[in-house]
């Protein structure tokens, strides 16, 4: 599954507020991102990938992946001519990464520091 565009950061609060009704009583958003019209999430319970689809965007697919299911994962930062960094994320029982862009602006080693926090519990 890859979803192609640039992500940016989306404060935590604000995303808590927008995904409530998608959370769990207690569970909290850690860090988002938005790419595009899609948003990711990172809460202390799961990964949440909000998927728009559809021209109008009124579709809309919620994919939850436990921390535990994820293998393994990683991140490649941007460079002087590549200006984006790619986060990849394996999932047990697929062959195929989850595969997602964010901008420069986005301190990918947050992302990997998030990731790591929840993936080895």
Sequence with gaps: MGLFG???????AS???DYARLLG????????????RDTILF??????LVDKQGITG??????SIPYR?????????????DLDA??????SGTAEPISKT????????????????FVTR
């Design 15 to 17: 995303a808590h507020r």
């Design 6 to 12: 640039n992500a940016h950061a989306v404060d935590p």
């Design 25 to 36: 009583q207690g569970e909290q958003v850690h860090a988002a991102y938005v790419l595009i």
């Design 86 to 91: 790619e986060l990849k994320i394996w999932l």
């Design 102 to 117: 964010f901008t420069k602006g986005v301190d990918i080693y947050e992302v990997q520091a998030i990731l790591t926090q």
């Design 58 to 63: 009124k579709k809309v697919e919620y994919h």
């Design 43 to 48: 809460t202390d319970r799961r990964l949440v």
């Design 69 to 81: 299911s994820i293998t393994h994962f990683s991140v490649e930062t941007a460079g002087h001519f």
